[in-house]
């Protein structure tokens, strides 16, 4: 298993613009969580989805959204790009949403010009 | 609110000499905690989690509700040690992880 995989590594965007994040997680896990790291920071929760269904939202405006599929991948859409979106955005995947332990995918890195 | 607090944004120790990365949290209820660890060029991982009471490549860490703590410890550190570690708590709600601002170990030979 290559545990969890996350899509593109790498992406330049300008202000204004909108981008879609992709998230695979480890084969089994029903949970997928969603975390923006900006530089020289932590990771800070986005989103949780367990089954589909949204479990638990952050600190973050509307223009930021997510989505589960049928086969437990995930989005993370990002709308009207700003400047501070800057940031890695790390993929969590979990068995369940609540006890189990979050193993994360590599991160995408966007950088908003 | 809940919040996690790592207070050194660095440490720098020497091979073999002991280690302590601090963690402070503020939370109403019983949370979980946990470290996790970067290496260079590679994926954030679990480290250890305090409920399981172990032992991980040398390190332990104690929770200690009096001083609302969870300090890493390691008495003697190796050069492969050298990573950055985040403290982070989980609430009794879900699997929301916060974490703290992390702190970045070098061990110099």
């Known amino acids: ?113 | 609110a809940q919040r996690v607090t790592q207070p050194e944004k660095l440490l720098s120790v020497f091979k073999g000499a002991p280690v302590e990365l601090k963690c402070n949290y503020s939370y109403s209820g019983s949370p979980e905690l946990f470290w996790y660890v970067q290496y260079s060029r590679q994926r954030l991982q679990l480290l250890l989690r305090h409920i399981s009471r172990e032992s991980i490549k040398g390190f332990t860490a104690d929770l200690n509700k009096g001083e609302t703590s969870f300090h890493l410890k390691k008495p003697f550190a190796q050069e492969e040690d050298s990573a950055m570690y985040y403290c982070a708590l989980r609430d009794n709600a879900g699997n929301m992880l916060t974490f703290g601002g992390g702190t970045r170990l070098m061990v110099k030979p």
Do not use: M
């Not at chain 1, 949204?54 to 997510?66: L, Q």
């Not at chain 1, 989505?67 to 068995?95: I, K």
């Open chain 1, 1 to 113: 298993d290559a545990g969890v995989t996350q899509s593109p590594t790498h992406l330049i965007k300008t202000r204004g613009q909108h981008v879609t994040l992709r998230c695979s997680p480890i084969s089994g896990h029903k949970s997928v969580s969603w975390y923006q790291q900006v530089l020289g920071q932590g990771p800070q929760f986005i989103f949780q989805y367990y089954e589909k269904e949204e479990r638990g939202r952050g600190n973050f405006p509307d223009r930021f959204s997510a989505r589960q599929f049928p086969n437990y991948s995930s989005e993370l859409n990002v709308n009207a790009l700003l400047l501070g979106d800057s940031a890695l955005y790390l993929c969590a995947s979990s068995l369940d949403y609540r006890t189990d332990t979050q193993y994360f995918g590599p991160g995408t890195r966007l950088t908003v010009l």
